[in-house]
């Protein structure tokens, strides 16, 4: 992927159907984010799997009318939006098959049907910072030793210093070494992700 084309021209480029290649692109980066999203809105992992495809048809169709507008609506709250929507027919979908069976789905249909658009805003940038950092995780962790890893990721259940350095018997200054490294490299690197991935406001 070519590091200088802005999201915006991805976005341009994908709404004019000009490069198959810039799709591949918005796969790569997106599937993960609206796979957790989708388990947000209380979709079983097996149902997950399925509904993403219906996701990135249904975004792949809509895109040529999505209108950027920083102010207004973020790209990533329009997604959400469309993930929402289509959650709410997957549901309505099931509702209708079990109803002979008693199965209700009336709850989940109420509680979606009820998420603001403020409400979905925060979800989108809940689940997109968590997103990026997991993905910020996965492009850096092989470039460290093993037991830094290990240390910096007991670190984030908030284990203190001195408890880290007991548990991987090693000095107090050793253990904030790792983790200072690592946290660097990680803002470094979510930096890097957003400016990608959100530069236009996506």
Not at 129 to 134: E, G, P, S, T
Request: glycine share 2%.
């Amino acid at each position: 992927m070519d590091n200088n084309k802005t999201r915006i021209t991805l976005l341009q480029k994908l709404q004019k159907n000009e490069d198959e290649s810039c799709w591949d692109d918005f796969v790569h980066y997106y599937r993960g984010y609206i796979y957790v999203v989708i388990r947000d809105f209380g979709v079983s992992v097996e149902d997950s799997q399925d509904m993403i495809q219906d996701i990135l048809v249904r975004v792949w169709k809509a895109l040529p009318n999505y209108n950027y507008n920083k102010d207004k609506c973020r790209f990533r709250t329009w997604l959400c939006k469309v993930i929402r929507n289509q959650v709410y027919t997957f549901y309505q979908k099931k509702s209708s098959r079990n109803n002979r069976l008693n199965v209700s789905y009336d709850n989940m249909l109420e509680t979606l049907s009820m998420i603001s658009e403020a409400e979905i805003d925060k979800i989108a940038d809940r689940e997109w910072q968590n997103y990026v950092a997991n993905l910020a995780w996965e492009n850096l962790q092989d470039q460290f030793p093993k037991l830094a890893k290990e240390v910096f990721e007991a670190s984030l259940d908030g284990e203190s210093t001195r408890v880290l350095a007991e548990r991987f018997k090693l000095g107090e200054s050793s253990v904030r070494v790792y983790k200072m490294r690592i946290r660097k490299a990680m803002h470094k690197e979510i930096f890097r992700l957003n400016q990608e991935l959100e530069s236009g406001g996506l």
